[in-house]
């Protein structure tokens, strides 16, 4: 890779940016499967600009309380050297989720999605006591990968929903379906992180799946969640009328190959395997999804 062209995706992995464009591609998946279309910009541009804010809010926040082997790891010494951009994007993500909620995120999509952004919060700021110490909701034994998995799923599915139908249409099986698959696929890619981090956690004492289980067993409960996400696609395709073989194949595709990705990760992967090959099959899927609509014309 040239030195421009590694700049350039250092930027892009680093500042956070490539992975807030992967989570809000899950926004504009949900819209293509349940509406085989997607021309509105707004709602997106919210998610990216809210989950960039809080991403880069995680990795200022405590900084100096950091260990030295992270503050030696690639993704630290890039925002070391590069804080007075950081901030930038920090300032500027604030600025955008502000103002597009105020300009045109009605309040009920704002107020349902309050307890998501409290979680996204205590998950990085220490909120609840214990022991005369207060920790953090990643602090929780075993909870950090069900976290991650129940806010993005959430947000990723209720956003597109409520920003063009009502509450009632939350109770409809597509809808429960696709939340449950999208939990399940943002579980199984987020143990691999688990599992980079696994002498880390090991040594303060946090309770992931790979320290309680194992590198081994975590991969087969990362597989087996991938498992029943194509259950589930394979379940929404016969039970669920108008869902498009097409997009069937695409989630499986996707899973196959996320599985994959799982299967080669490990300790001594670099930050940017885990940046560009696993948040990147969110973007994967998406894309994937986007070709099977263009499909199913």
């Given at each position: 890779m040239s030195g421009r062209l590694r700049i350039f995706f250092d930027f892009l992995i680093f500042s956070n940016i490539f992975l807030s464009i992967c989570v809000t591609s899950l926004v504009v998946e949900t819209?293509?499967?349940l509406t085989n279309g997607f021309n509105d910009l707004r709602y997106p541009f919210f998610l990216f600009c809210a989950t960039l804010f809080l991403y880069c809010f995680h990795r200022v926040y405590r900084s100096d309380f950091r260990s030295q082997e992270e503050k030696l790891s690639a993704r630290h010494l890039w925002i070391k050297n590069n804080l007075r951009f950081f901030?930038?994007?920090?300032?500027?993500?604030?600025?955008?989720?502000l103002i597009s909620a105020v300009l045109f995120v009605p309040f009920h999509i704002l107020a349902t999605l309050l307890p998501v952004a409290?979680?996204?919060i205590g998950y990085t700021i220490p909120c609840?006591?214990?022991?005369?110490?207060?920790l953090r909701l990643r602090d929780l034994p075993g909870i950090k990968v069900f976290l991650i998995a129940l806010v993005l799923g959430l947000t990723t599915v209720l956003l597109p929903v409520l920003a063009y139908s009502s509450y009632g249409s939350l109770m409809s099986p597509a809808i429960f379906i696709i939340f449950l698959r999208r939990m399940f696929f943002i579980f199984a890619i987020t143990i691999p992180f688990d599992i980079r981090d696994l002498e880390y956690d090991q040594r303060n004492g946090t309770r992931t799946i790979p320290v309680?289980?194992?590198v081994t067993k975590a991969k087969a409960v990362a597989f087996f969640a991938l498992a029943i996400f194509i259950g589930l696609a394979l379940f929404q395709y016969f039970m669920v009328s108008n869902t498009k073989i097409e997009y069937v194949f695409a989630l499986v595709l996707s899973a196959l190959i996320s599985a994959w990705m799982?299967?080669?990760?490990?300790?001594?992967?670099q930050d940017r395997f885990y940046s560009v090959f696993l948040e990147g099959m969110m973007l994967?899927?998406?894309?994937?999804i986007l070709m099977a609509s263009k499909l199913s014309l």
């Open positions: 819209s293509l499967v901030y930038s994007v920090l300032v500027f993500s604030a600025l955008g989720a409290l979680i996204s609840l006591p214990w022991k005369g110490k207060w309680i289980l194992g799982i299967s080669i990760s490990g300790k001594k992967k994967l899927q998406c894309l994937l």
